[in-house]
């Protein structure tokens, strides 16, 4: 073997070789003379590699056989990576023990199969480690807060240890990219918005671009900017960053896919929705290689659904949503799948409201009772033509459906904290402080023990049942507010409630109640004899106040009387007052004294008949 290898060998020593295609065509040559040739095969996989061929590489894997296989095990796992093939490429990558190489195609093979934990994880490893190469270290950077930004995406934010961009991250345009798409997905719209105006200066700014890589490099800012104005309100801005993008231009089929779907949402008036239709429908095929992520892919695909609304193809929404339907869960949080679930209820009630849509929807509530996403949306119609009593209905009997069902998951979707937000709103409405308190009881003794509950809803839930007069609802705020103090202890509102909650059952809270804004600096400023002189008002919520109004009236107030309705007059126009009106008057006319019959005939009769005679 290695009087075989020694003429390549000699061959790459003797020159000076930058050109990988002459690398490429001294391995061949030395091939010819030896197919079993080790080296040569190896030196020409990396030179494939190099230029890109990477099936021609997958191929070269294939001639070499297992003689070679333990060698390239790193680039045959960039080559599957490569062309597509992610779950192998991960797991031969995952297989190649202390080698740096293998940990970066692991975490870009997981990153692209939406494993974001694997890939953060693996990326906070190697940022741990010394960099091996140049510029290593700004490459881990950019990767792992790609992850990051997916973690927050894909709703798994409680596992992104960084939340806020530190200077690092403004100092370079990919950096302060991902810092942006970071505080999207967590809400942060204007933060984003500040974020992406950064990256889009820094990137105008590099000296190490050509203006058609700059071009290229801001092309997915500006939709990222078309996007987060289009959710601000912004629609001056989002028309003029609309004017700017031209999608056929845009090179990647991924970013040209997103492109097309953020101006057509963007635009306030679509004035030929038969046009947005077709622009976003025939779209090039995405290569395998650059497939969307599945929230992006998700989007797009409602918003193709709602286009087809806006061109009235009813029946094949209803057809497409219903087989999606008929794969999923019957009752999910996700909103992928509810809003499916409402895109195809606005099918089947042809985008109408009021009482027409709502009557096209009940009949698959009682198909489908474990909806979430129907049952919302008949809820919304009821609140929208003011029928509050319905739409309180409509959520109490999806609760039910969930209560009573033996699935483990449906017991998460009943009190899902979103679920159990709408709940609250519509007993709010109605001013039904009971009911609130007893959904957030529920809702906290359900999730205290859960290994992740809401944080936020046991707030709520624990603020709630300190404001009750029961002393189980005051047992169950301690001890929800002991459970968020001892998971986090530098929470401000956390504290806060655990003070109050312990406040007349525990004189050992003084180190808790240290913390604590003093109350001196709270009622700094504030002057206690103007606000008694003005008078303190104790306001109640409309629903209290209306609900009140309709129940009561105050004690002092006399009924009054009910105005008599004064008809209007029925005498005739020549009524004279003066005149005796006729006593007969009420008298049908023939048996009226002066009533005389009428015509030749009539009278003849008349005459010729004694009093009471009968004709015969």
């Known amino acids: 073997m290695a009087s075989a290898t020694q003429p390549l060998s000699a061959l790459l020593q003797r020159s000076s070789i930058d050109d990988h295609e002459e690398i490429l065509k001294a391995c061949n040559g030395a091939l010819k003379q030896s197919k079993k040739d080790l080296g040569a095969l190896h030196a020409k996989i990396v030179a494939l590699l190099k230029l890109d061929r990477y099936e021609d590489a997958l191929g070269a894997f294939k001639d070499a056989g297992r003689d070679l296989e333990d060698r390239v095990q790193l680039e045959r796992s960039y080559a599957l990576y490569k062309t597509g093939q992610l779950s192998e490429a991960a797991s031969i990558a995952k297989g190649i023990a202390d080698d740096r190489g293998a940990r970066h195609v692991e975490a870009q093979a997981s990153y692209r199969l939406e494993d974001f934990e694997r890939s953060a994880l693996l990326y906070r490893d190697l940022a741990k480690t010394h960099a091996a190469i140049d510029n290593e270290e700004n490459d881990l950077r950019i990767n792992g807060a790609a992850s990051d930004a997916q973690l927050e995406w894909s709703r798994q934010g409680h596992m992104v240890h960084k939340k806020k961009p530190t200077r690092e991250d403004l100092e370079a345009f990919e950096t302060a990219y991902n810092a942006a798409c970071a505080s999207i997905a967590r809400g942060e719209l204007t933060q984003g918005a500040v974020l992406l105006k950064r990256s889009q200066d820094l990137c105008n700014a590099s000296g190490d671009l050509s203006e058609e890589e700059k071009a290229a490099e801001l092309l997915p800012i500006r939709v990222q900017q078309l996007y987060v104005l289009s959710r601000l309100g912004n629609v001056e801005g989002a028309e003029a960053?609309?004017?700017?993008?031209?999608?056929?231009?845009?090179?990647?089929?991924?970013?040209?896919?997103?492109?097309?779907?953020?101006?057509?949402?963007?635009?306030?008036?679509?004035?030929?929705?038969?046009?947005?239709?077709?622009?976003?429908?025939?779209?090039?095929?995405?290569?395998?290689?650059?497939?969307?992520?599945?929230?992006?892919?998700?989007?797009?695909?409602?918003?193709?659904?709602?286009?087809?609304?806006?061109?009235?193809?009813?029946?094949?929404?209803?057809?497409?949503?219903?087989?999606?339907?008929?794969?999923?869960?019957?009752?999910?949080?996700?909103?992928?799948?509810?809003?499916?679930?409402?895109?195809?209820?606005?099918?089947?009630?042809?985008?109408?409201?009021?009482?027409?849509?709502?009557k096209q929807m009940l009949p698959l509530l009682e198909k489908r009772p474990l909806d979430v996403g129907l049952a919302l949306v008949i809820i919304q119609l009821y609140i929208l033509t003011n029928n509050h009593g319905s739409a309180v209905t409509v959520m109490e009997s999806l609760l039910k459906h969930l209560e009573a069902s033996t699935s483990p998951d449906d017991e998460d979707v009943r009190f899902a904290p979103g679920l159990v937000g709408a709940v609250v709103s519509l007993y709010t409405l109605q001013g039904r402080k009971t009911q609130i308190t007893t959904e957030l009881a529920k809702a906290a003794s359900y999730w205290r023990h859960k290994s992740k509950p809401s944080r936020s809803l046991l707030q709520a839930a624990g603020v709630a049942l300190l404001e009750s007069k029961k002393s189980e609802d005051q047992d169950l705020a301690r001890k929800i507010f002991t459970t968020l103090q001892e998971q986090d202890p530098e929470s401000r509102i956390t504290t806060a409630g655990y003070v109050a909650a312990h406040a007349f059952s525990s004189t050992s809270i003084t180190d808790e109640a240290k913390t604590l804004t003093p109350i001196s600096r709270l009622v700094a400023g504030i002057d206690a004899s103007a606000l008694e002189e003005a008078g303190v008002p104790q306001p109640k919520s409309s629903a209290d106040a209306a609900l009140a109004a309709s129940r009561k009236r105050a004690l002092d107030e006399k009924p009054k009387p009910a105005k008599k309705r004064i008809r209007k007059s029925r005498l005739p126009k020549d009524y004279d007052p003066n005149k005796q009106p006729d006593p007969e008057r009420w008298l049908p006319l023939r048996e009226r004294s002066s009533y005389r019959p009428k015509g030749k005939k009539g009278k003849q009769r008349a005459a010729g008949l004694p009093q009471g005679g009968v004709e015969t």
Do not use: C, W
């Open 241 to 358: 960053v609309a004017s700017e993008i031209t999608p056929n231009d845009i090179s990647d089929a991924s970013t040209r896919e997103v492109a097309y779907n953020n101006t057509i949402a963007a635009s306030t008036n679509i004035e030929n929705p038969y046009l947005a239709h077709r622009s976003l429908h025939d779209a090039a095929a995405i290569p395998n290689t650059d497939k969307l992520f599945t929230i992006q892919s998700d989007r797009i695909k409602e918003n193709k659904l709602v286009l087809d609304l806006l061109v009235s193809k009813f029946s094949g929404v209803i057809k497409s949503t219903s087989r999606l339907l008929a794969d999923m869960p019957s009752s999910t949080t996700s909103p992928h799948i509810n809003n499916i679930s409402v895109l195809n209820a606005a099918a089947h009630a042809q985008r109408r409201l009021g009482n027409f849509g709502i």
